[in-house]
């Protein structure tokens, strides 16, 4: 019910955002607006407020939603409003209540942002794990327990990291501009007012466009750093088997030594079984201030790189917190910044899917959107805040596609019309209207695959 419920809200509010963005633009221009409706199919309530020449509706179905305006286009138009039909305002006016829907869903998105940066969010500090083996960061000497206080961009001035989300925002950046990325690093529990050691990530050299868990292990900074501590174990397995138990704080296994889960996590799966016979791999534990030993047995699973070792538990503790808040004005230019960032990231997304870079497994569509809201409605209020973010980015990025059902298809038409000085047929609108609606019923039939695949998956 709750993923109903957050599913629900988060689309109409969006769509009701999108709208209003239209609305809003067409009555500063002077143009009568006749229906404004959230939603499709069955009226559930409409009204209209006195004076006004607009019904608004709402009805059963949230999947969209639309703004009908007066135009000669659509019907018969009487002389004496003709002044106030859609078709007969200047390109400027016509453009800018098109653009008007795509914008008001970047500025929702931006403002969300904002809100979040201003009352503040737990993140986990940006202290680093063992750096995955042969990475870049194992390479240029990153260690475990460094603490990131700074990051820049090759020639730029370093700025504070305040959470490992924002070295990870680096991260990614810099991976995709092909960017070399400076960081300051110091022991954790240093003194903050001390200039940690400078370390220069070469990502210029990863040559990548795309961003996946991949781009992670080759960068080795994959995960905050926590403490190598066993959680809950599954019964039966190779972890319960062997005498572990939740609590667990693993310090070496064999002769190698362990300093934070991420490093467990390697260790363990790189460890598979001895041969039968064999004697298997002895671990040291702390447990309740004593040290054990522990002849643990992993169990093997293959996967597509190749068999990994299993214990059956739940490996690395939560991760140390930190609350990122932000002034007014910064908290706001935060924002802004994210939402051109993530525009950025979502439109280069689509043209790596588009000229097959990237994998069309990436689009996700009503059932993934759905599920995703209901996760992070049950987290609190703002993680559901950045999901809607996120979604409003998303969803003002692709209206202004140039896909000709889309609003950024009618922005193209009026781009020709401001470079040839007469507007795009009627006969060739209908064409590439329905050329449009092929390509957006086959993208939305890809997200619909994709989203079944992945919860059958």
Not at 269 to 288: D, F, K, V
Not at 320 to 332: D, I, K, P
Request: neutral net charge.
């Amino acid at each position: 019910m709750l993923t109903l419920l957050a599913f629900v809200l988060a689309l109409g509010l969006l769509v009701a955002i999108h709208e209003y963005g239209h609305y809003r633009m067409a009555v500063a221009f002077g143009v009568k607006v006749l229906r404004f409706s959230i939603g499709f199919g069955p009226v559930l309530h409409s009204w209209r407020r006195e004076g006004s020449p607009t019904e608004f509706r709402i009805c059963l179905l949230p999947l969209g939603g639309y703004v009908s305006m007066l135009d000669e286009r659509e019907g018969p138009v009487p002389p004496a409003e003709r002044h106030l039909a859609f078709n007969t305002q200047p390109l400027t006016a016509r453009a800018a209540v098109v653009a008007a829907g795509p914008m008001a869903n970047l500025l929702l998105a931006a403002l969300l942002y904002s809100v979040v940066n201003w009352v503040g969010v737990e993140q986990p500090r940006a202290v680093l794990a063992s750096p995955v083996t042969g990475s870049v960061a194992e390479k240029v000497g990153l260690v475990s327990g460094e603490w990131v206080t700074g990051a820049g961009f090759e020639g730029d001035e370093l700025e504070a990291v305040r959470s490992f989300d924002e070295l990870r925002w680096y991260l990614t950046q810099a991976s995709l501009r092909g960017l070399d990325l400076r960081l300051s690093v110091s022991r954790a529990g240093s003194d903050e007012s001390k200039p940690g050691r400078e370390v220069l990530l070469p990502l210029s050299d990863l040559n990548t466009q795309t961003v996946d868990a991949s781009l992670f292990q080759r960068i080795g900074i994959v995960s905050p750093w926590t403490r190598p501590q066993i959680g809950e174990l599954v019964a039966g397995g190779a972890g319960e088997r062997a005498g572990l138990r939740a609590g667990d704080r693993v310090l070496q296994i064999g002769a190698q030594r362990i300093s934070d889960g991420q490093q467990l996590r390697q260790t363990i799966r790189s460890t598979l079984p001895p041969a039968e016979g064999q004697a298997a791999p002895m671990w040291l534990i702390e447990r309740n201030g004593q040290q054990l030993s522990l002849a643990v047995r992993p169990d093997v699973k293959s996967e597509a790189q190749g068999k990994v070792g299993l214990i059956g538990a739940f490996v690395g503790a939560a991760p140390e917190m930190t609350e990122v808040r932000y002034g007014f004005v910064e908290g706001l230019a935060v924002g802004i910044e994210k939402t051109w960032d993530m525009s950025s990231l979502t439109l280069r997304m689509m043209g790596q899917m588009l000229t097959g870079d990237a994998s069309l497994k990436n689009l996700s569509g009503p059932l993934t959107i759905a599920d995703y809201a209901g996760k992070s409605a049950s987290l609190g209020w703002v993680s559901y805040l950045l999901f809607l973010a996120v979604i409003s980015v998303s969803l003002g990025v692709l209206n202004l596609l140039p896909l000709p059902v889309l609003d950024g298809g009618h922005l193209m038409y009026y781009l020709s019309e401001a470079a040839s000085g007469r507007a795009v047929s009627q006969v060739w609108m209908d064409r590439l209207q329905r050329v449009g609606m092929a390509m957006l019923m086959t993208m939305m039939s890809i997200a619909l695959f994709n989203d079944v695949t992945r919860l059958l998956g």
